[in-house]
Structures are given as C-alpha cells and as structure tokens.
C-alpha cells in the first residue's frame, strides 16, 4: 500500500531531498511552504521533481496550531517529517522570541495536531546536536547530557523532550533525529560550508577577492545531507519510536574546511595571524585563473563571532547503525569536492541561489 507523508519545510535543504526519497519510495508528498513575497523552489527544481505528479505543495505556517490540525484533516497523513524551523543559529540571537515560536513551539503544534485527529500518525522531529552545545562527553551520543548555546539549541531541546513526552504521555510514534551537521549543494548560502564553497568558488572565477568568516576555530561533525533523509526515513519504518544520534564520527574545524576547498578549486592557501586577525593566503595555484600568489583570500571578522559558541561537535552513530542498518559513506573531502564544483558550475552560469 503507498503512504502518504507530510513533509514541512519542504523549500529547505532537507525537505528537497528528503521529498525526491520519499517519492522514490512511491509515496504521495504533501510539502508545506510559507506565505512569502517570492516563494522560494529552486532546491526542488534541482532535484528535478517539481512537477511530479504525486508531489502536493501546500501553504501552511508551523506556528499556527489551528492550520496544523486543518492540514493533517485535509491529508491524513501516514507520517509526518517536521523539518520546518528557523535553522540558522546566528539569527536566532537576535530574533530568539520568533525562533521559539517556530523551531520550538511549532513542534508542538503538531504534536497537538496528531494527538487531536489522530495518534497513529508516525512523527519525526528534527532534533540537533546543537542542543548538547558546550558538550558533556566526547563523542556525543543518545544520552550525552544536553547544555544548548543559542535561543535555536534551547527552542530544538523543547521540541525534542515534547516529541519524548508526547511518546510517553499519548503513545504517539514520536522519533526524535539528533543530527550533526549535514550539507550539499542544496545548503543555505548563510551556513558556513555553502558560504566557504561558493565564495571559493567567486574568487577563482575573479568574482570576489576575499571571504570573511568568524570563529574559524569551531569544529563540526559535517555529514552529506541526502544521507541523513534516508536515516530521516528509517526512524519511521522501525517498530519503535526512539530517540537516534546520525553523524559521520570525523570532526574537522572550519579552518580545515577553508584549506579543503580552496585546494578542490586548486589553490594553496597558509593561515597566518592570530585569532581576530587571522587570514588565508595564497601559498600555490595549480590552474589557471585570476588569483595571485600572496592574495589574501581569506579574513577573520569578528562581525561573525557569535555571542555563545558551540565549538566542538562529534557524534556517534553506533545505535542508528545498530538499530536501522544507517551509516554514512560520503567523506568531508568528497563533500566539499561535490560542493565547490556545483558552486563553480552555478557562478560560471549566472546561478544567484
Ligand atoms: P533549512 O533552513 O534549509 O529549511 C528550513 C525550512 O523551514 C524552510 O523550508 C523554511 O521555509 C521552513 N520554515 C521556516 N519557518 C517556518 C514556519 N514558520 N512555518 C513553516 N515553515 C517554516 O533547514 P535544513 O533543511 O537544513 O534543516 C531541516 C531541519 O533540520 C530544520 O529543522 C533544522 O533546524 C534541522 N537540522 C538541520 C541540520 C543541518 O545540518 N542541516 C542539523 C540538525 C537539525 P522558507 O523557505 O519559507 O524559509
Ligand atoms: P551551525 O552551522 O551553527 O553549526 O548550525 P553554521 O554553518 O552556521 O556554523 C558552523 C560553525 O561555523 C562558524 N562560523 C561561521 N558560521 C557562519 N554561518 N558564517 C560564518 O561566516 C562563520 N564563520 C565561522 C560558526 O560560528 C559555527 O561554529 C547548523 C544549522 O544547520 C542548524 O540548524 C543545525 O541544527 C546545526 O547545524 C547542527
């Protein structure tokens, strides 16, 4: 028998992909998007399944409880993917109150939702490891104490332990994702992988001179996004409902990210300074393009220092390969690789997402 799924946030970067599984699944889709001036499609265009006849888009907002219970009447949804959220850390310091309406209260919109119309509906939230913020053990597994950083860990942590007490009190299928870092080409340019990829990109095609970063010392555990969907997915088909660490178990700093891209698009860069005065330099090029031996590519801005820091994630993805058969192939290196030649192609061509 097909099923049929709600994804929200299906105009993010996980929503995109997780929609082209699920459809390779034979699942009907219903993806919500939001009410804005100028709707955003372009991560589904590139999956190429904007027009798929058993892909149903549907304007909806996370915050409103009563659009949630509409939305579920009007579907009956076999399962349910909560990926909506304000997502980027970094705002969530100026903005923490929205933040909390979406990624955190949200959540429970549509626990209530489910419980209202009908608690048979499988539900994912999308946990984070920015919840164990300044972290309690390295790595970080399932019951790694949590210590969140930022307005965004603290809404996620009220949405995870709501998933956990909606499972608890009302035996709804809730399963919790604890995910690390995972990105694509289909990432946010306001994240810091994207932002690396596609300014690397700028500078060997003469687009740009030079990028500015902030803590270039923090370390994440950066997996491959369409990975991650399918352990999404696999939450979902278990007899159970539980709570499941994914991530790659490697963690790299974001200097390290810096050095790996520029050498994809073949330039060397060295870091010289110190702290706020650190910058990348160009040491060797092995292609051709616009950029000097010696041009600084690279600056530390403390315009980008965030007013609390998570610095180092690493997680450990034993029970999720124990439990759902998960565990990611995709390298760091391939990743970027795959991230800085996407960026290449795009700024080659006029591509502005
Ligand atoms: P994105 O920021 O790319 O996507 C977030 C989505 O949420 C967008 O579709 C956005 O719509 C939508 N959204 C925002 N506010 C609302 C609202 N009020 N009502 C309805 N929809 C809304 O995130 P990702 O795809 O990267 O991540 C998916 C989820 O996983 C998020 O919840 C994120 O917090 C979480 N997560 C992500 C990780 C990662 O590394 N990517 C790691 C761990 C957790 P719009 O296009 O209109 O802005
Ligand atoms: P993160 O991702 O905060 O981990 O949240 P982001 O890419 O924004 O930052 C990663 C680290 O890089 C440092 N950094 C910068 N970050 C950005 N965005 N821009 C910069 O210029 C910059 N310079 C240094 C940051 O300080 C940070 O330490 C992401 C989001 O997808 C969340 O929704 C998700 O829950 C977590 O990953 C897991």
Request: aromatic share 10%.
């Amino acid at each position: 028998m097909t099923k049929t799924a709600i994804i929200t946030g299906i105009t993010g970067q996980d929503g995109a992909y997780l929609a082209e599984l699920l459809l390779s699944k034979n699942y009907t889709v219903w993806g919500t998007y939001r009410r804005t001036s100028s709707v955003n499609f372009w991560r589904i265009e590139e999956c190429g399944i904007q027009n798929h006849p058993n892909l149903h888009l549907v304007e909806y907002d996370l915050t409103d409880l009563g659009s949630s219970i509409s939305l579920i009447q009007k579907v009956q949804p076999d399962e349910i993917y909560n990926l909506a959220a304000q997502s980027f850390v970094g705002v969530s310091f100026d903005q923490p109150n929205t933040t909390t309406q979406i990624t955190g209260v949200g959540a429970l919109n549509l626990l209530e939702a489910i419980r209202l119309t009908n608690p048979k509906i499988r539900f994912y939230q999308a946990s984070t490891s920015e919840m164990f913020g300044k972290v309690q053990a390295i790595p970080q597994i399932e019951e790694t104490p949590f210590y969140p950083r930022s307005p965004y860990g603290v809404a996620k942590l009220y949405a995870h332990w709501m998933t956990i007490n909606y499972r608890e009190s009302y035996g709804i299928f809730g399963s919790s994702g604890i995910l690390f870092n995972h990105e694509s080409p289909l990432r946010g340019r306001e994240f810091v992988t994207r932002k690396i990829s596609d300014s690397v990109a700028k500078i060997k095609l003469g687009k740009l001179d030079s990028l500015d970063l902030g803590n270039i010392d923090a370390k994440r555990d950066w997996g491959f996004a369409k990975e991650y969907v399918d352990g999404m997915w696999r939450m979902l088909q278990a007899d159970q409902p539980d709570t499941y660490v994914l991530a790659t178990n490697r963690t790299e700093t974001v200097r390290d990210f810096v050095r790996i891209a520029f050498k994809v698009a073949g330039i060397q860069v060295e870091f010289n300074g110190a702290a706020e005065d650190e910058t990348a330099v160009v040491t060797a090029i092995d292609v051709e393009c616009p950029v000097k031996i010696g041009q600084t590519v690279m600056r530390v801005n403390p315009k980008f220092y965030r007013p609390a820091e998570v610095e180092l994630l690493i997680g450990n993805p034993a029970k999720a390969k124990a439990k759902l058969g998960w565990a990611p192939t995709t390298t760091l290196e391939q990743l970027c690789q795959m991230m800085v030649e996407t960026d290449l192609r795009r700024n080659a061509s006029g591509f502005s997402f």
